[in-house]
């Protein structure tokens, strides 16, 4: 049988790693599969379910504020908040989110931003989910490559998880100061 006892148990370890819902288990998860000798796909295809698992926890959740939110002033004032920070969030993605454009926002931003974006664009459970996922696994795939070849040039598991979280966390504030400070020169 492919699917062994110690297989099981591996995969399961790495899915809790995965399922943490900040960006910290994804280093963590890759080299612990690693580590536990399960090939890089393997590890993509346990992310993958982790996503899955996020979608049938947070859709419900996402409804049910919803449905909240129609009946209850704060619930309303909050739902105007989303509205307007999701105005920010997507002004550099234009004004009509494309299905690319929803991906980018999952992949720069998180999977349940991207579904909740993806249905106030007007898509449902399936189609939203595999936009998000998609964005997802794009931006799992290249904190996982980064991990191994980090990892395979340092050869420290707890020095590549910190640096890659560091950069993980560092990097996106860094990229939007230096390209708001370049497209306010250029006025």
Not at 34 to 54: M, N
Request: zero cysteines; proline letters at 4%; glycine letters at 8%.
């Amino acid at each position: 049988m492919i699917f062994t006892s110690d297989f099981l148990v591996n995969a399961r370890q790495v899915l809790a790693l995965y399922l943490i819902p900040i960006g910290g288990g994804i280093p963590a998860g890759v080299l612990l599969a690693k580590s536990r000798g399960l090939h890089w796909a393997v590890s993509a295809v346990i992310y993958f379910i982790s996503d899955v698992i996020l979608a049938f926890i947070f859709e419900p959740l996402m409804l049910l504020v919803m449905r909240l939110g129609k009946n209850s002033k704060k619930m309303d004032r909050l739902r105007e908040a989303f509205r307007q920070s999701m105005k920010i969030t997507t002004a550099p993605y234009g004004h009509i989110l494309s299905p690319l454009s929803l991906i980018a926002i999952s992949f720069g931003v998180d999977p349940m931003t991207g579904r909740s974006v993806a249905k106030a664009a007007g898509h449902g459970f399936i189609s939203g989910w595999l936009i998000a996922i998609t964005g997802d696994m794009f931006y799992f795939l290249v904190i996982m490559s980064s991990t191994l070849w980090l990892n395979n040039l340092l050869g420290n598991g707890t020095w590549t998880v910190l640096i890659i979280l560091v950069l993980m966390m560092g990097l996106p504030p860094l990229i939007r100061r230096v390209r708001d400070r370049f497209s306010s020169s250029r006025k």
